[in-house]
């Protein structure tokens, strides 16, 4: 178990950035310059289930990369967050927050409305300067990770950036819910609290989300308790060992692999009218989705359907995991090889295994 290092105890200068975002300085500035004016993105309205939701992209191949590297950079930050933050964290998913709500008697549950626009620059440098960023520093990263002053929906930083920006907010909420003895934790925009006996943290939410500038979803509350379905981040926690897949996900599974070790993959992707491809690429999602889940009905489904296990799923493979350990060993050697004057060791509250 070693501490990790945080890009916060060697960029003292927002010229430092240059060297972890492959970007000159007046390059940098530039970009947040025309992101602040809404220069350079366009807005792509998605549709989903007969719901329209608009997202905002950045148009040139130079910000994307900027951002990418923000991301890179940033991984050891979100890595220390608090355990209640599960949404977008390397080792934590919809899946380990599910899994703290296993078996909970009774379940509230609460949305964020907008939540990446209810944050804005100041909150997201607010929260960079709170894990130890220089403040300079800190406010070109935000003006790098908003648009218009406020964090977009569709920019690969703005979960990432989110988190931080919540930093408080999530103060509040944990000691609200020690204070009750619950367990509490935040996905994104999802709010979930469980415990043994009743409580209803309702009012003492609506009040601490305002205080935060965010908005309640009211519509998407829900009160809960043993005995009714209780569904956390789409995984039933009704039972106290582990989070369930929702039945109708794993008849629906079951069925199209017992269609492919029938027809193959090719005639079942012609009866439905999609690419072999398309088919594929959705079975083998699910399969490893269902594998984190419940990887005994994955085993299952393999020795049940061996000829359509091998059509679709996926091998798994390190390489990306490598290529990002290699990539961050050669940023920290070019970082210790400089000359400027470092700062203390970034020393985590939580320590993990290094990447």
Do not use: W
């Amino acid at each position: 178990m070693t501490p990790r290092t945080s890009p916060a105890s060697t960029l003292r200068s927002p010229r430092h950035l240059e060297l972890y975002l492959g970007a000159p300085l007046s390059a940098l500035e530039a970009i947040a310059a025309d992101l602040a004016a809404g220069v350079g993105v366009e807005v792509v309205t998605l549709r989903s289930k007969g719901k329209a939701r608009e997202i905002t992209c950045p148009t040139d191949e130079t910000v994307r990369n900027v951002h990418r590297r923000i991301l890179s950079m940033m991984t050891p930050v979100q890595m220390d967050l608090p355990d209640m933050v599960t949404g977008y964290v390397r080792g934590r998913s919809s899946v380990s927050n599910a899994q703290a709500h296993a078996g909970g008697a009774f379940l509230q549950k609460f949305d964020l409305r907008d939540f990446f626009h209810h944050i804005s620059s100041d909150a997201v440098a607010t929260g960079l300067r709170d894990v130890g960023f220089q403040a300079e520093v800190a406010a070109l990263l935000a003006g790098l990770t908003t648009c218009r002053g406020l964090l977009p929906a569709g920019f690969s930083t703005s979960p990432a950036m989110a988190n931080l920006a919540c930093r408080a907010l999530d103060e509040d909420i944990a000691a609200l819910a020690d204070s009750l003895g619950l367990i509490v934790t935040r996905y994104a925009d999802d709010l979930t609290f469980s415990g043994a006996q009743f409580f209803d943290v309702r009012s003492d939410i609506g009040v601490m989300v305002k205080a935060h500038s965010h908005v309640l979803n009211e519509e998407k509350t829900r009160t809960l308790k043993r005995g009714q379905p209780m569904y956390v981040t789409g995984l039933s926690v009704s039972e106290n060992d582990r989070p369930r897949l929702p039945r109708p996900f794993k008849r629906k599974l079951r069925q199209e692999l017992h269609y492919i070790s029938v027809f193959g993959l090719a005639e079942h992707a012609d009866r439905h009218g999609v690419k072999v491809e398309g088919l594929r690429f959705r079975l083998g999602g699910q399969l490893a989705y269902a594998s984190a889940v419940e990887p005994d009905l994955v085993k299952y489904f393999e020795a049940h359907f061996p000829a359509a296990y091998r059509d679709v799923a996926r091998a798994r493979s390190p390489i990306s995991d490598d290529k990002r350990r290699t990539r961050l060993a050669q940023l920290a050697a070019r970082v210790a090889a400089r000359s400027d004057p470092l700062a203390e060791m970034y020393e985590p509250t939580v320590t993990i295994a290094a990447l």
